[in-house]
């Protein structure tokens, strides 16, 4: 069984930064791509950010993040990280780390995806 764990989730001050870490654990797991995404209360849930392996290895970065946050992956321990810089109170939310087995070019739709975490809070105060 495929588990994904968040960490680094917590409080910060509006211009502070922010850790997150996503390990993969459990089964014969190999994913096409994987991805952050955020949700504030009354609110679907976002693409943030995404490691795209299908077609050669590269990011994307939604445009309301770009500049400040930054995804990477430790293949050695198994681990995406999210670097989030310069936070905002707009950030707020649950981030959740998400699995996608299946290829595609888009890897920002929640829908698409297998295999979730069970999410870490980032709240941000001014």
């Known amino acids: 069984q495929v588990q994904l764990v968040e960490s680094g989730g917590g409080l910060v001050q509006a211009g502070g930064s922010l850790r997150l870490s996503c390990a993969a654990s459990g089964g014969t797991f190999r994913s096409a791509a994987m991805g952050w995404f955020r949700q504030a209360p009354g609110k679907g849930r976002e693409f943030v950010a995404g490691l795209n392996w299908s077609g050669g290895y590269h990011t994307d970065v939604s445009d309301s993040v770009k500049g400040r946050f930054t995804i990477s992956f430790d293949n050695a321990r198994n681990t995406v990280y999210l670097q989030m810089n310069n936070l905002e109170p707009e950030d707020t939310a649950v981030y959740y780390c998400?699995?996608?087995?299946?290829?595609?070019?888009?890897?920002?739709?929640?829908?698409?995806?297998?295999?979730w975490g069970p999410g870490a809070q980032v709240t941000v105060w001014q």
């Open positions: 998400g699995a996608k087995v299946c290829p595609s070019p888009v890897i920002s739709r929640p829908q698409e995806y297998d295999y």
